[in-house]
């Protein structure tokens, strides 16, 4: 059973090389998932389109992906990411 701090799945960790191109143009989660990016070495751009807002994530400084928010994410040279998905608010 699942905690409320444990994410229901998560993606496989990318890196600049392997970040797939549909997160790299718009796109957003589905109602009711909520996404949390979370950096693990280096440095990514996560931009949000309406109403425009960017991010810069790093290790330690994650980024929250609010259900049905279009968004998408340019890495900012070499890094390592994960996106975690819950069906609730997560604690970041």
């Given at each position: 059973?699942?905690?409320?701090?444990?994410?229901?799945?998560?993606?496989?960790?990318?890196?600049?090389?392997?970040?797939?191109?549909?997160?790299?143009?718009?796109?957003?989660?589905?109602?009711?998932?909520?996404?949390?990016?979370?950096?693990?070495?280096?440095?990514?751009?996560?931009?949000?389109?309406?109403?425009?807002?960017?991010?810069?994530?790093?290790?330690?400084?994650?980024?929250?992906?609010?259900?049905?928010?279009?968004?998408?994410?340019?890495?900012?040279?070499?890094?390592r990411m994960q996106v975690d998905f819950y069906d609730h608010p997560p604690?970041?």
């Amino acid at each position: 059973m699942p905690d409320g701090t444990t994410p229901y799945r998560s993606t496989p960790i990318f890196d600049e090389a392997s970040l797939p191109a549909a997160l790299r143009r718009a796109h957003s989660t589905r109602a009711g998932v909520w996404g949390v990016i979370r950096v693990i070495e280096g440095r990514l751009r996560l931009t949000f389109t309406d109403p425009p807002e960017e991010h810069r994530l790093a290790p330690g400084c994650p980024g929250l992906l609010p259900p049905e928010r279009v968004h998408f994410v340019e890495p900012l040279g070499p890094m390592r990411m994960q996106v975690d998905f819950y069906d609730h608010p997560p604690a970041i």
